[in-house]
């Protein structure tokens, strides 16, 4: 590109964790620094849509880095985006370079605003007289094509790449080079980064994985006071991730779920091994519904719900037969007591309804353990 050929439009594909994000700015940095040396102009956007998903948004950043004074002209909102798109065709062949922008995470752009703005830019090089523009699209969701207009699909993925996983042997050497820059030497066991990267191969590759185990390990080992970080402290770190990841998942549950999930914590107790039926799920769940005016739904979408809470590993439901009368699910939590307290603590209206109803003395007949 900086010696004057159109650059491709290029998809970049991969898992999250294998480096898309990170080589994709590094590169930029480089083809920066090179049409530097060598006196080109070229301009490089970055823009994460995840937070920049309107076409307004994305031809202002593109637009800044043509010029410093593009906001003072083209006010933040409010323009036609067909004037906004002029403004920018004009800055760019005023301008005559080259620029490259970067939309990472473009699947959430093409899902929140469609595919229009797509259109336009990489339809942009064909009105463009004077400059030139190249779009690098980045994803982790390889079917996000299939949203596209053909057209759109084609000038786009003019060519594609993948990111493969990195293995163990590759994060291990990102986190060797990372904790030479974050730690005092002498300071992370070795076998600690192994140990770190082996965990992250096995999570498809995660690069990021093994970063947040090595950065997780390191908080717990200052925290009691430690010089040095061992192995040990990675499986505490593992624990403390896995924590996280209940609590957010119970937090995002729909309210139906929610209400379900916590029948099933109330309940427990009341039964060998903690243990109950569908029935007896439906029971409390019921009173919770009638005492919290939750729309109480049938016996049967419960059941379904707790086929989804299962297949989340929140819950184990397993079917057994009872001979003669049939069969049922023996329900019981597949989360400890930790996590739960946990959950609890990061959610009110859970721990509300838990509260509330332990307190109105219902489930005393249950034998209710401590919850
Ligand atoms: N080759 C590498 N050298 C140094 N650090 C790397 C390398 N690859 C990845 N990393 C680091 O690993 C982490 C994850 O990488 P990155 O953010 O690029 O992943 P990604 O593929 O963009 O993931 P996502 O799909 O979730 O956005 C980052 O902290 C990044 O700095
Ligand atoms: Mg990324």
Same mark, same amino acid.
């Given at each position: 590109?900086?010696?004057?050929? !159109? ?127 190249? $779009? ?75 970063? =947040? ?54 309940? !427990? ?40 809470? =299962? ?35 990061? =959610?009110?209206? $859970? ?21």
């Amino acid at each position: 590109a900086l010696y004057g050929a !159109r650059p491709s439009n290029i998809l970049i594909y991969g898992q999250t964790g294998t480096g898309k994000t990170a080589v994709a700015k590094f590169i930029c940095k480089q083809i920066v620094s090179k049409a530097e040396t060598e006196g080109k102009k070229i301009h490089t956007a970055y823009i994460n849509c995840k937070q920049t998903n309107t076409p307004y948004g994305i031809l202002t950043n593109i637009g800044k880095t043509y010029s410093n004074d593009w906001e003072d002209k083209v006010p933040n909102a409010g323009w036609r985006i067909d004037k906004v798109y002029s403004a920018l065709k004009e800055k760019a062949d005023e301008d005559g370079g080259i620029a490259i922008v970067i939309l990472d995470e473009i699947d959430t752009l093409v899902s929140k605003s469609g595919d229009d703005i797509l259109y336009h830019l990489t339809g942009l090089n064909s009105d463009l007289d004077n400059s030139k523009i190249s $779009l690098i699209g980045i994803s982790n969701d390889t079917k996000f094509t299939s949203w596209l207009d053909p057209r759109v699909k084609s000038r786009m993925g003019e060519e594609s790449l993948t990111f493969a996983p990195y293995n163990a042997l590759q994060i291990e050497n990102i986190l060797v080079q990372r904790a030479k820059m974050a730690f005092h030497e002498g300071a992370v066991e070795p076998l600690v980064l192994s140990y770190c990267s082996s965990r992250a191969a096995l999570e498809h590759g995660d690069a990021r994985k093994a970063l =947040d185990l090595l950065r997780i390990s390191a908080e717990i080992a200052e925290r009691e006071g430690k010089e040095i970080v061992t192995v040990e402290y990675v499986s505490k770190a593992e624990n403390v991730m896995e924590h996280d990841l209940v609590r957010s998942l119970i937090s995002t549950l729909p309210l139906q779920p929610k209400v379900t999930l916590a029948s099933i914590i109330l309940n !427990r107790g009341s039964k060998e091994n903690g243990q109950q039926t569908t029935g007896e799920v439906y029971n409390t769940y019921s009173l919770i519904c009638k005492r919290f005016e939750v729309e109480q739904l049938t016996q049967r979408r419960v059941g379904h719900i707790i086929s989804e809470l =299962d297949m989340q590993g929140l819950i184990n439901a397993k079917v057994v037969s009872l001979g003669r009368q049939g069969r049922t699910r023996y329900i019981s939590l597949s989360i400890e007591q930790s996590q739960i307290d946990g959950a609890l603590d990061n =959610d009110s209206f $859970l721990s509300r309804v838990i509260k509330e109803i332990k307190m109105s003395g219902y489930l005393s007949s249950m034998q209710l353990r401590l919850i």
